[in-house]
């Protein structure tokens, strides 16, 4: 069973627009999350993250948000750059659990 | 500071081979991670090693095992290779390993199994 859920598989939004990416989990446990972006072929890269004791995080034009009650979190990057397309994956890390991926997104901003 | 490394970046084998592959961590960073990525179950926990001992382990078959040096510096060994094996196969490594330690991935082994 997922512990860590991307349902869309794919987003496509306009550059210098809003892309908000969203993510569901069910292990009560989890107390950090991050997000990481990976182009084909390369290791997923590191963007940011957020401990369960917080519910917003950012850094430069992403943003992310925990909503623990409803076990979802999001990242908003604004504004979209083209250079944003990649898949983003959601990870989360609690309890006995070391890092669990979501399936990820592939977002593509289009000029 | 140099990121991860991972060599070799890309492997052939034929089935019932066993395969080694290496990964070095960041600098000062104690804990190493692998993590097999396929397109149908996406990326999935292998192993982690700090201080040279497998703290933690994924659900994987026993042809799937590890080790770490003093230098932080780990390998993974694959024996009797499947065809299922096929993957990218990502190391990460972190300060401790601990919640709230960020892993930092390397590019990652292309495993191919004909």
């Known amino acids: 069973d997922q512990q860590v859920k991307q349902n869309s598989p794919s987003l496509s939004v306009q550059e210098g627009r809003i892309s908000i990416l969203n993510c569901d989990y069910t292990n009560s446990m989890f107390d950090y999350f991050l997000w990481y972006k990976k182009y084909p072929a390369e290791g997923p890269t590191f963007l940011i993250s957020?401990?369960?004791?917080?519910d917003k995080n950012e850094d430069g034009r992403f943003t992310v948000f925990l909503n623990k009650s409803a076990k979802h979190l999001s990242l908003h990057i604004v504004p979209s750059q083209p250079g944003d397309s990649a898949v983003y994956f959601c990870?989360?890390?609690?309890?006995?659990?070391?890092?669990?991926f979501g399936k990820g997104m592939k977002l593509t901003v289009n000029p | 500071k140099a990121g991860v490394t991972q060599t070799p970046r890309y492997l052939i084998k034929t089935r019932g081979q066993q395969v080694t592959l290496s990964c070095s961590p960041i600098?000062?960073?104690?804990?190493v991670s692998w993590y097999q990525q396929t397109p149908g179950q996406g990326l999935q926990f292998l192993f982690e090693y700090f201080s040279e001992t497998q703290r933690n382990k994924g659900n994987f078959p026993g042809r799937f095992s590890g080790r770490q040096f003093s230098n932080s510096r780990s390998e993974m060994n694959v024996s009797t290779l499947e065809l299922g094996d096929s993957a990218l196969y990502l190391c990460?490594?972190?300060?401790?390993?601990?919640?709230?330690?960020?892993?930092?991935f390397g590019p990652g082994t292309r495993l191919t199994v004909l």
């Open positions: 990460a490594s972190s300060l401790w390993g601990g919640d709230g330690d960020t892993q930092y």
């Open positions: 600098s000062g960073h104690r804990s």
């Open positions: 957020i401990s369960s004791i917080k």
């Open positions: 990870a989360a890390q609690g309890g006995s659990e070391k890092l669990v």
